[in-house]
């Protein structure tokens, strides 16, 4: 329960009035609408352990959809709280379903629109603070006395409705995404089979699969001038300094620093005396998991951490920015998956990647291959950029309109001006 909350469900008959706001329990809210605890909309049920025969209805746990089983505990729509593992995640389920022995269920008793509940539940979590330094689970009462701001019914519709259609156009924006990753996939394919030109090229067999015919083939060792695997000292890390990259910083032809690691200068020094790391170097993952591989970007200083190798290409033979797409190819990937070892995370060995075969198109044809799928790459990070912008709008929409600093009134012209 959030800690602001009362822990009675009597809502205070004194309130301070201002700007058409009044103080309650829970916060500022507009004047007209009330503070209501949860029992009174709804009677609080615990789930059942779910059938054992499989069938269309979703079984939901306190994490969310995990079976389907033959029949539904539940007909009408309900929002389903988790009261163990995920305790107070709400899940809203308007369809027949079967709610979980982990988790509780609303049967209402009020007219409310369950859509408006679950959204000040996915604002507010009941869980908060206090479940999880007090509670391993939540209980009923807990439940039953969490305090909803409510509106009238006809503004909690409305309220519902916008963010309703903000959600909808999020899931939009998934398809889009999900189709421009397919046409890059559908692109890679008949680029690394018949090439770039208008025609298809003729193909041939090789060790590595169907490639045109006017391809070549070559070994990573003989192509790059230097590859470099990682120290293999786990580095001092601190929370600022120089740049180490591990494995999981290398993800779908990117650098991803959202997890960031650094050292210090003098340690820097120590792991980069092979070979101090380059714009336009290739970083190569060898584990955790296999053949992930991005560029390291202009003005980038860094130095590797685990289960990571360099590699710096001959640009007469090979171009970096081809290589990287290469290690996405299905052949190759397909290689690189047979050639690992490991039971528990496949790894490369160091000569497994000196060894591997790669395909070797005329240098000019590398540079449009990898033209074409850059270009691809901005689609879909124009997608990706949309749907980050359009869950940052939903984000603030839902705190303004659950708190009325928005009234359905004004969200209209909010949402029709908005730029995502």
Known sequence: MRGDQAQTSEVSQTSEVYNGFKETEI????VDWDVIPLGKLARVKYGKARPKQEGAIPAVGSGGIYAWVNEALVDYPTLIIGRKGTAGRAW?????????????????????????????????????????TTLPSLSRPDLENYLIPLPSLPEQRRIAHVLGTIQRTVAAQDG????????????????????????????????????????GIGILNELCEKI???????????????????????????????????????????????????????????????????????????????????LRVDSAKLSNAFLVYTFYSENIRRIMMSMGTGVTAKHLNVGDVRRLMVPLPPVEEQDEIAHCLATADRKIAVEQDRKAALQALFKSMLHQLMTGQLRPAETSEVWKTSEV
């Open 228 to 310: 470099v695997d990682c120290p293999h000292t786990t580095p001092k890390y601190r929370p600022s300094g120089v740049l180490v990259v591990r494995n999981f910083n290398i993800r779908d032809g990117h650098l991803r620093l959202d997890r960031a690691f650094f050292t210090s200068e003098e340690e820097y020094r120590e792991r980069v005396a092979r070979a101090v790391p380059q714009a336009g170097d290739v970083l190569f993952s060898r584990e955790a998991p296999i053949g992930e591989a991005c560029l390291i970007p202009a003005k980038t200083r860094l130095s590797l951490g685990q289960r990571t190798m360099l």
């Open 27 to 30: 916060g500022p809210i507009p």
């Open 176 to 215: 889009l995404i999900t189709a421009a990753r397919e046409v890059k996939c559908s692109l890679m394919q008949r680029l690394f089979t018949y090439g770039p030109g208008l025609e298809p090229a003729p193909t041939k067999e090789t060790e590595i699969g169907e490639v045109p015919e006017h391809w």
């Open 92 to 132: 809203l389920m308007e369809e027949p379903c079967w709610p979980s022995d982990t988790t509780f269920y609303l049967e209402w008793t009020k007219d409310v629109d369950i859509r408006f509940v679950f959204g000040y539940l996915t604002l507010s979590p009941l869980s908060g603070e206090h479940a999880k």
